[in-house]
């Protein structure tokens, strides 16, 4: 049984960063996938926010320079560090898995989902 769990979603001032994390299961080896990060905020579309695949990564512009993505195969977790967070980054981050293509997926041909995080960023 595949499954994603994101954690670490919170409350957090403009210009703070917090660190998201999705431990997953079922997954023979994470190598042979590839992992996501997206965010839905109220009333827009998910949107993708960056992936990875072995050693591939991709990011949406609007966070360049400012989230990095990782994955640490022996804990089962991708991860997603965001630093110089604005208001706009507010959102509910959701982890999703696939197969390892590069460039990565569009939305919709990611197969499994976790059942994301709140990420809040207001003073």
């Known amino acids: 049984q595949w499954q994603l769990v994101e954690s670490g979603g919170a409350l957090v001032q403009p210009g703070g960063s917090l660190t998201l994390s999705c431990t997953v299961s079922g997954f023979s080896r994470m190598d042979y996938f590839a992992f996501g990060w997206f965010r839905q905020a109220p009333g827009k579309e998910r949107e993708e926010v960056s992936c990875i695949a072995t050693e591939y990564t991709q990011y949406t512009n609007s966070v360049k320079g400012r989230f990095t993505i990782s994955s640490d195969n022996d804990k089962n977790t991708v991860y997603l560090q965001m630093n110089s967070l604005k208001p706009e980054d507010t959102a509910v981050y959701f982890c999703?898995?696939?197969?390892?293509?590069?460039?990565?997926?569009?939305?919709?041909?990611?197969?499994?989902w976790g059942r994301g995080t709140q990420v809040t960023v207001s003073s």
């Open positions: 999703a898995a696939g197969p390892h293509v590069v460039p990565c997926m569009s939305i919709s041909e990611w197969p499994f």
